[in-house]
DNA sequence: CCGATCTTTGACAACGGTTCTCAACAAGCG
DNA sequence: CGCTTGTTGAGAACCGTTGTCAAAGATCGG
């Protein structure tokens, strides 16, 4: 039941920290074995999944179905404008849609209400940078 | 670049067409055999993938990644709350949300913006037998 | 009708992300 | 220290999905 304090964990912690952006579990690793820290890639998929679990981090799935994961700032619920490009990724919050969603949700008889609001676009950079 | 009408096509539509429900590619070629209509798999998923290219289906990814279609009833635009026990679908739309997603994402400078709204519970029917 | 043409089909292999397996390993504790 | 028990990692297994390619069939000009 323990939780023990691994080189690994830590490892994909600090990764994660330096990291602004949404990033895939390969990305993670590779990004390790970069930097010379050598993890089991099995070992990277148990610690995000951990950390995703104790919402230290969150998790989205790309459009090809891919799971990305990042370290927010915040630890409330919130969602991301993201850039499909480079994974640029804005923090956004949005009371009106949780209201809504809830309202509309309850008014069909429905429980447990879960949303998933996401958005994608291109950011500025990336616009320029295909030009 | 034809679009020939074949047996299995067509088949994939009205199993479709019977179904009110988001259901799986396997789903659809199950129910396919089992009514006697022989289809395979590879053909059940190309099929819906032009389908979908199309706009004829509308596709959504269940939480574990798989994805599930569904003829809506609307070709436009819009939303689901879907029963994530049953499948149960409430086709929705809000365009308060259309609004507020775009002129977020603008705002931070982004552009081509799609966005991911679904919205998941679990439906009367579901709670009452769970009970 | 009859082929010729050219898309579609289907059984199966291949793919890619993720999870499982299990023996070797190391945290934390007394 | 030793022990106990959670953790690691290399590779296999998994599973939804897509690719392969020869055979089948839809469409069309004649």
Same mark, same amino acid.
């Given at each position: 039941?323990?939780?023990?304090?691994?080189?690994?964990?830590?490892?994909?912690?600090?990764? *994660?920290?330096?990291?602004?952006?949404?990033?895939?579990?390969?990305?993670?690793?590779?990004?390790?074995?970069?930097?010379?820290?050598?993890?089991?890639?099995?070992?990277?998929?148990?610690? *995000?999944?951990? *950390?995703?679990?104790?919402?230290?981090?969150?998790? *989205?799935?790309?459009?090809?179905?891919?799971?990305?994961?990042?370290?927010?700032?915040?630890?409330?619920?919130?969602?991301?404008?993201?850039?499909?490009?480079?994974?640029?990724?804005?923090?956004?919050?949005?009371?009106?849609?949780?209201?809504?969603?809830?309202?509309?949700?309850?008014?069909?008889?429905?429980?447990?209400?879960?949303?998933?609001?996401?958005?994608?676009?291109?950011?500025?950079?990336?616009?320029?940078?295909?030009?």
């Amino acid at each position: 039941m323990a939780a023990r304090m691994t080189r690994q964990r830590t490892a994909v912690v600090e990764a *994660l920290d330096e990291m602004a952006d949404f990033r895939s579990a390969q990305q993670l690793h590779e990004a390790l074995r970069a930097r010379g820290e050598s993890v089991g890639l099995a070992t990277v998929y148990r610690a *995000l999944q951990a *950390l995703a679990e104790a919402s230290e981090v969150d998790v *989205l799935r790309a459009e090809d179905g891919e799971s990305l994961y990042r370290r927010c700032a915040r630890r409330e619920h919130h969602h991301h404008l993201v850039c499909r490009m480079c994974g640029r990724t804005v923090e956004i919050d949005g009371p009106t849609v949780e209201a809504w969603a809830s309202k509309v949700a309850a008014a069909q008889g429905f429980d447990d209400i879960e949303h998933t609001i996401e958005l994608w676009g291109t950011c500025a950079d990336c616009r320029a940078a295909a030009r």
